[in-house]
């Protein structure tokens, strides 16, 4: 049997970085407000948060596939401005997969920041340290637990994407044919072999990351107070 | 699944298509590029005949390989001649005939196709999958004809289907697509039928089901013929 094309794997490998790279600038500053706003809009940016989760990603596909067509607002600037259009491209996967994995960073990040309360943020206040001294010096740390969890989370849904890179990819390699399309089409075309050689490596990597996630996790437990 | 729950899933799955070969109903999977003229054709049988007929649309790939895996259709109307002939050698087919010959055409999101598009300023090519779709492997030998495969490279998206590279072009994503006539808007560039190989297309019945069996007599009868070929589909 020969050796599988992991030029895949590796695009995943990178989407998925990319994408969690950028969920943590973005979903950071917006766990924290939710978790601790009292504005009445909260629940719905919350339930926002949340659709991916219940969406198919066929509709999320679809969606991007009309609002990144240089026909719609977003995609007319959009190329106009870069010179390509978004579908087809790593960087329209990188924004769909963001999107897509919204909640897996969002919701384990609003938790255990919700966990830390307001008691060590006041305290850290009445100890003179600036608003944004105490959220890196006293939350995030204390928030770390939430920040792995967000950060693992996001990073596997991403590799296991599939439905919206069908919908708005186009199976180009290098840039849009991620492993699961790869695997998909090999399966399509009967070729069981290279199917079962990438799903292998796949099932490898997902499951050696995740036992190394939580064994780390173990190892450093969060001392409180 | 143990041995048990093996049996009791596939005679689950025999129970439900001997109904529907009793009850004069049948599922018919059938490749994407003829999914809508497929449709088209039900009303008259099904008024003429009293049969009932369910189609899936997919790839013919993917619906070969679902065929190979056990999938539960009484019909397979394909987008090729080559996933029958497997099937039939496979002994998985009990009958087969040719019911249309799909045409490729070059359609442009903004109509006004032709044979110059192809040489313009375009940022992508919509086309089926080669791998997996008759119209993209149609699609694949038609610009190698032309010299253009390797110049193109970069700029040629795929859809899983044809029906999926027509969407790639009819939203604006990609700005011309090589696609089945039976789905391109007027304004089509009709590609020359020397610069792929025919897309003959060919159905098989996989079980016995009257319904199935009247379905694909009646796709060669002229009254559907003439509604395929008004489709978009060429004469046999």
């Given at each position: 049997m020969s050796w599988p094309d992991l030029a895949p794997l590796w695009l995943s490998v990178q989407l998925a970085g990319v994408t969690t790279a950028l969920l943590l600038i973005i979903g950071t500053p917006l766990a924290w407000w939710l978790a601790t706003t009292r504005a009445r809009i909260r629940p719905f940016i919350e339930a926002i948060t949340a659709l991916p989760l219940v969406l198919p990603p066929t509709v999320l596909g679809f969606y991007f596939l009309i609002l990144f067509s240089p026909n719609s607002t977003l995609g007319g600037l959009w190329r106009d401005a870069i010179g390509a259009t978004l579908t087809f491209s790593f960087t329209g996967l990188v924004l769909a997969s963001a999107l897509y994995s919204l909640p897996f960073m969002v919701q384990p990040l609003q938790s255990a920041f919700e966990a830390v309360g307001r008691?060590?943020?006041?305290?850290?206040?009445?100890?003179?340290?600036?608003?944004?001294?105490?959220?890196?010096?006293?939350?995030?740390?204390?928030?770390?637990?939430?920040?792995?969890?967000?950060?693992v989370l996001s990073f596997a849904h991403t590799i296991g994407e599939f439905g919206v890179v069908l919908m708005v990819g186009g199976n180009i390699p290098g840039q849009t044919r991620v492993i699961s399309i790869a695997i998909y089409e090999q399966v399509e075309?009967?070729?069981?072999?290279?199917?079962?050689?990438?799903?292998?490596?796949?099932?490898?990597?997902?499951?050696?990351?995740?036992?190394?996630?939580?064994?780390?996790?173990?190892?450093?437990p969060v001392r409180v107070g | 699944m143990d041995r048990r729950q093996f049996?009791?899933?596939?005679?689950?799955?025999?129970?439900?298509?001997?109904?529907?070969?009793?009850?004069?109903s049948a599922l018919v999977a059938v490749a994407a590029n003829f999914a809508k003229t497929a449709e088209g054709l039900l009303p008259m049988f099904e008024a003429s005949t009293g049969y009932q007929i369910t189609l899936s649309s997919g790839s013919t790939g993917q619906l070969y390989g679902q065929i190979t895996n056990g999938a539960p259709y009484d019909a397979f109307l394909a987008g090729d001649q080559a996933r029958p002939a497997l099937l039939a050698q496979a002994g998985l087919s009990?009958?087969?005939?040719?019911?249309?010959?799909?045409?490729?055409?070059?359609?442009?999101?903004?109509?006004?196709?032709?044979?110059?598009?192809?040489?313009?300023?375009?940022?992508?090519?919509?086309?089926?999958?080669?791998?997996?779709?008759?119209?993209?492997?149609?699609?694949?030998q038609a610009l190698e004809k032309l010299g253009l495969w390797q110049a193109l490279e970069g700029r040629i998206v795929m859809g899983q289907n044809v029906g999926q590279a027509y969407a790639l072009v009819a939203s604006g994503n990609a700005e011309?697509?090589?696609?089945?006539?039976?789905?391109?808007?007027?304004?089509?560039?009709?590609?020359?039928?020397?610069?792929?190989?025919?897309?003959?297309?060919?159905?098989?019945?996989?079980?016995?089901?009257?319904?199935?069996?009247?379905?694909?007599?009646y796709l060669n009868t002229e009254a559907a013929q003439a509604t395929i070929r008004a489709a978009g589909y060429g004469a046999l």
């Open positions: 008691g060590p943020m006041e305290a850290a206040a009445t100890l003179r340290a600036g608003k944004l001294d105490a959220f890196i010096n006293v939350a995030m740390p204390m928030a770390r637990r939430g920040f792995l969890t967000g950060t075309v009967l070729d069981y072999a290279q199917a079962h050689a990438l799903s292998a490596v796949l099932l490898t990597f997902s499951f050696t990351v995740l036992l190394l996630v939580y064994t780390l996790n173990r190892r450093a | 049996l009791f899933a596939s005679s689950a799955s025999a129970a439900a298509w001997s109904v529907r070969a009793a009850t004069g009990l009958n087969r005939l040719t019911y249309a010959r799909g045409l490729l055409v070059l359609m442009q999101a903004e109509g006004g196709a032709s044979e110059a598009s192809l040489q313009g300023d375009f940022n992508h090519l919509a086309i089926a999958n080669p791998a997996l779709a008759p119209y993209g492997l149609a699609a694949k011309l697509g090589l696609v089945a006539r039976s789905y391109a808007p007027a304004g089509h560039w009709p590609v020359p039928e020397a610069y792929y190989a025919p897309i003959l297309q060919d159905a098989v019945l996989l079980r016995e089901n009257p319904a199935a069996a009247a379905f694909l007599e």
